[in-house]
């Protein structure tokens, strides 16, 4: 199964000239993917907010420390879709990523 992000990725990235009919914004693009999902069924009785978000905000120190350490990464893409449901501490996350040059 594929996952969103996974054709985001190729949108972004996929490169020309392979004979598969596509070709990403940037070819020379280095994509980490940090699959952050839990229990995205909000219909399932096992659906949490808390643990929707926990995950998603582990994914997000994930991504700082990478940056700290030394990794080139300029751009995010989390695909929230509606803008101000995330949590304060996602928030913060995201904000404290704008600081570090992180888009």
């Not at 909000?42 to 991504?63: C, E, I, K, Q, T």
């Not at 101000?84 to 501490?89: I, K, Q, R, V």
């Amino acid at each position: 199964m594929a996952y969103h992000g996974t054709g985001i990725a190729g949108i972004i990235g996929a490169v020309a000239n392979n004979g598969l009919g596509i070709a990403g914004l940037n070819w020379q693009a280095r994509i980490m993917a940090i699959r952050w999902d839990a229990n995205l069924d909000s219909s399932d009785p096992g659906f949490s907010h808390a643990r929707y978000w926990s995950v998603n905000l582990a994914a997000w120190d994930y991504v700082l420390t990478m940056k700290r350490r030394g990794v080139n990464i300029r751009v995010t893409s989390g695909s929230y879709g509606q803008r101000g449901l995330e949590s304060l501490a996602v928030r913060d996350a995201i904000e404290t990523a704008g600081e570090e040059g992180i888009l």
